[in-house]
């Protein structure tokens, strides 16, 4: 058993740097394994299947996704710069609002310096990405070196882990099936949800002439996970700024796009949530929203923007260990009162 400790750590030890590329690859091709089972109904053979799938994922998410990025850390600069000549030009205003929320939620708030905490980090954290890709080859080259094999041999690794959790067999379909349940909660019901709001959303505010609309889509995306949040935060204010912009200046036109930013919010950004979730994860998925702003936040903190999905997915994982462990000491008890 100190033997088994021993090279369990040591092994561990081995992979802690590339821990992050190895669950990325597994939250991935979880993800994309519907994508592949089609193909393989289409290509003949495991391995030309996952290869055809890895590429797709490469040309349609992972180069996209970096120019993506890109874009955004552009726009969060460019959005702070506005928001300051805003801030600078409609000081009574903005000494309204901000005396407004803080009466509301008991805190101190300062506009400016919410907007420059929030564009401040979205610049660092796209940027210190885009910088460290050439340092990330390995990284990245173990990623797609194991989504190709998670594809692959896929039903053979999940039958191995199987094989080595310790508890009772009926126990364990039972946690392995509820774990797959909430991971499709977050993935499809959470995850997908949001970036389909965020999406949405950025093209309404392209449509009614709102600057930036990458960097408020992403913003909307991240509150949109956030419970009881919702994307609500973006699209009303931006709607009244402009609403008053259209009535400082006496502009007509600047005040039906405020008016019609905000029908589009209620009707087609917020409801997006109401129809998509149910339809994606049912009524079997559902997760207290504490664990899901618990696996957010602190995946944020400790990973950055990785941890908006991997945190939640630790959270969840944590709460399976415990339901296993809660039901082998129920079985446990009911062996001893007979």
Avoid: C
């Avoid at 460290?132 to 053979?156: A, E």
């Avoid at 709102?210 to 949109?224: D, L």
Wanted: glycine fraction near 8%.
């Amino acid at each position: 058993m100190i033997l088994i400790i021993i090279f369990i750590g040591l092994a561990l030890f081995i992979i802690w740097p590339f821990l992050l590329s190895i669950v990325s690859a597994g939250i991935i091709a979880y993800i994309f394994y519907p994508l592949f089972l089609r193909l393989k109904k289409k290509v003949k053979g495991n391995a030309l299947s996952a290869f055809a799938t890895t590429m797709i994922i490469i040309l349609l998410i992972l180069i996209p996704f970096i120019f993506m990025i890109n874009t955004l850390a552009s726009q969060a600069l460019s959005v702070y710069v506005e928001t300051n000549k805003y801030i600078g030009e409609n000081k009574e205003q903005v000494s309204m609002i901000e005396e407004s929320v803080s009466e509301k939620l008991g805190v101190d708030f300062k506009l400016n310096q919410a907007i420059s905490d929030v564009t401040t980090y979205v610049v660092r954290e796209t940027r210190n990405f885009l910088a460290s890709l050439p340092n990330r080859i390995l990284q990245i080259f173990i990623f797609l070196f194991l989504l190709y094999y998670f594809f692959k041999d896929g039903p053979k690794i999940i039958d191995y882990v199987k094989g080595l959790i310790p508890i009772d067999i009926k126990n364990r379909n039972t946690i392995l099936k509820r774990l797959d349940e909430l991971i499709k909660a977050i993935v499809f019901g959470s995850l997908l949800t949001a970036l389909i709001q965020g999406a949405v959303g950025g093209i309404g505010f392209l449509a009614f002439g709102v600057s930036s609309p990458i960097f408020w889509g992403f913003m909307m995306a991240v509150f949109a996970l956030i419970p009881f949040v919702g994307t609500a935060i973006i699209w009303i204010p931006a709607s009244l700024y402009l609403v008053l912009a259209g009535v400082t200046t006496q502009n007509a036109w600047l005040i039906g796009k405020g008016i019609g930013l905000a029908v589009y919010g209620f009707f087609v950004i917020s409801m997006v949530d109401n129809f998509l979730k149910p339809y994606l994860i049912g009524d079997k998925g559902k997760l207290h929203p504490a664990i899901v702003l618990l696996g957010i936040l602190g995946g944020l903190a400790a990973m950055g923007f990785i941890g908006i999905v991997v945190g939640p997915m630790i959270m969840i994982i944590f709460l399976s260990i415990i339901e296993a462990y809660k039901g082998e000491l129920e079985t446990a008890t009911k062996k001893k009162k007979t």
